[in-house]
């Protein structure tokens, strides 16, 4: 099991959720993404990248992980993927329009 520790509620960068899950797509190893040493609201700028094995993304209870109504919170290629002690706020999933007179993919 490895460990990818956030330590920022900033979206990009070393430390940041986006950060960790980047990380953990890297190997086929079972990761946990401790998010313990962060309060508040990680405000998504863009969607996140989809989690590509399995992960378990363990919070505090004080976070939260906001889509800002504009972006999907989380996808999942793959993998077993486990939430415990996160809020998921505001996310948006939006299909695809349909082109030619088809129907649009499900969001």
Known sequence: LKLLQVTTTVDVGVGSLRWAIEQANQSPAD???DLSRV??????K??????AGNVL?????DETLSGEHRYR????LRGNVGIQHLTIANGLAQGEEGNN?????AG
């Open 46 to 51: 863009s969607p996140l990248p989809p989690i």
């Open 39 to 44: 309060r508040g609201a990680i405000a998504l």
């Open 31 to 33: 990761d946990l993404i």
């Open 73 to 76: 919170v989380l996808s999942v």
């Open 57 to 61: 993304i363990k919070g505090n209870g």
């Open 101 to 105: 007179g088809a129907g649009g993919a």
